[in-house]
Nanobody, 121 residues
Framework: QVQLVESGGGLAQAGGSLRLSCAAS????????MGWFRQAPGKEREFVAS????????RYADSVKGRFTISRDNAKNTVYLQMNILKPEDTAVYYC??????????????WGQGTQVTVAS
């Protein structure tokens, strides 16, 4: 089994930055692609970003391209999401996700508990 624990959420002003981290533990050898999803109040959970095990393949949702950067450190079993130029519409609970196969996450096998990000206008 794999456990994912997010950290780094909080309150930011519009135009500001936050950095999320997600540390994996347990059977980390099972993890290949990792990524981030988010869920705003009253909305469905949506894809934000994904990164392959090597870091060589990265995908972003159109809504965050040019503002968010995903990266990972396999030695630390950690994936990061650097969020810049934050907008109020980025307000959501952000979930870390991982999959046992593939290059980019489509259907996660593991989820973190979520971390709240609130962007004030």
């Amino acid at each position: 089994q794999v456990q994912l624990v997010e950290s780094g959420g909080g309150l930011a002003q519009a135009g500001g930055s936050l950095r999320l981290s997600c540390a994996a533990s347990g059977r980390t050898s099972d993890i290949y692609p990792m990524g981030w999803f988010r869920q705003a109040p009253g909305k469905e959970r949506e894809f934000v970003a994904s990164i392959s095990w090597s870091g060589g393949t990265i995908r972003y949702a159109d809504s965050v391209k040019g503002r968010f950067t995903i990266s990972r450190d396999n030695a630390k079993n950690t994936v990061y999401l650097q969020m810049n130029i934050l907008k109020p519409e980025d307000t959501a609970v952000y979930y870390c996700a991982a999959a046992r196969a593939g290059v980019i996450i489509t259907t996660p096998d593991y989820w973190g508990q979520g971390t709240q990000v609130t962007v004030a206008s």
